[in-house]
């Protein structure tokens, strides 16, 4: 049995035997029918330069429906700072720049991004702001990350994405609540005991009773929440009790989680 998929068209075929395994015999007498079903379903074309030319228009076409349809992303990254110190980390050579944006700041941001969408006109979605760090989470940005909520609802944008380690969530939970953000994804790399020791504290006191907890309020409190596991030679064994640890807690059949796997890379 073949099966025959065609990315450009997303024509997908079964066939008993690999009919394209031979062109002459494709093009025998006696194969008409199967070539013009062949050519129809385009498998098949009458030159090269018919199939560059297919290829040159469905490119055209999702460049056009991306400059009208794709909604500008805006990351805003509020401190390179984190409260956690996990030994994969690639940015522990960007926690030096200390400090964080604040209130103060805001209004030139904002006006940034209006000046950016002013060069996209042709952008029909509403723009996307993102929250991204080190943490930007951090208990200490609990009135920041309201601000920024509150300007991006005031202006009919939307309150994006979150990259977030989770210890903290909590105290931002009623922010989200008001002010919804499309999605806060957070990292569990195993149960408890391997967990803790990946993703710790300066001071390696463990995180995972406060991530897991603060999954389960924001749950909840009706915010979708994304759970990611960092995967390597060390704690991919785990991936069994992390499945019943998802399990227990109901994550596997909420609408409202979203379960995926990342690989750790080395860096130098």
């Given at each position: 049995m073949t099966v025959l998929y065609n990315t450009i068209t997303s024509s997908i075929d079964v066939f008993d035997a690999d009919v394209l395994s031979e062109e002459d015999t494709l093009r025998a007498p006696g194969n008409e029918e199967l070539l013009a079903y062949l050519t129809d379903r385009g498998y098949v074309y009458s030159s090269e330069q018919d199939e560059r030319d297919l290829i040159h228009q469905l490119y055209t076409g999702y460049n056009q429906f991306k400059r009208e349809h794709r909604p500008l992303i805006f990351y805003i990254v509020l401190t390179y700072r984190c409260d956690l110190a996990c030994d994969y980390c690639f940015q522990n050579s960007a926690k030096a720049l200390d400090g964080s944006i604040d209130t103060s700041h805001l209004p030139a941001l904002f006006n940034a991004m209006d000046e950016i969408c002013e060069r996209f006109p042709d952008t029909r979605s509403r723009p996307v702001v993102a929250l991204f760090g080190g943490e930007p989470l951090l208990r200490q940005h609990v009135g920041l990350v309201e601000e920024i909520f509150r300007e991006v609802a005031e202006r009919g944008w939307v309150n994006g994405p979150i990259i977030s380690n989770g210890v903290s969530l909590d105290a931002h939970l009623p922010t989200f609540e008001r002010y919804r953000p499309s999605g806060i994804q957070v990292t569990i790399d195993g149960p408890e005991e391997v967990h803790n020791q990946r993703r710790h504290t300066a001071s390696y006191a463990g995180t995972f009773s406060s991530i897991v907890e603060n999954v389960n309020s924001a749950i909840e409190a009706g915010?979708?929440?994304?759970?990611?596991?960092?995967?390597?030679?060390?704690?991919?064994?785990?991936?069994?009790?992390?499945?019943?640890?998802?399990?227990?807690?109901?994550?596997?059949?909420?609408?409202?989680?979203?379960?995926?796997?990342?690989?750790?890379?080395?860096?130098?």
């Open positions: 915010i979708k929440m994304g759970i990611r596991t960092n995967l390597d030679d060390r704690n991919i064994h785990c991936l069994p009790e992390l499945v019943d640890l998802a399990e227990r807690h109901g994550w596997i059949d909420s609408q409202s989680v979203e379960l995926s796997l990342a690989p750790v890379h080395e860096r130098a």
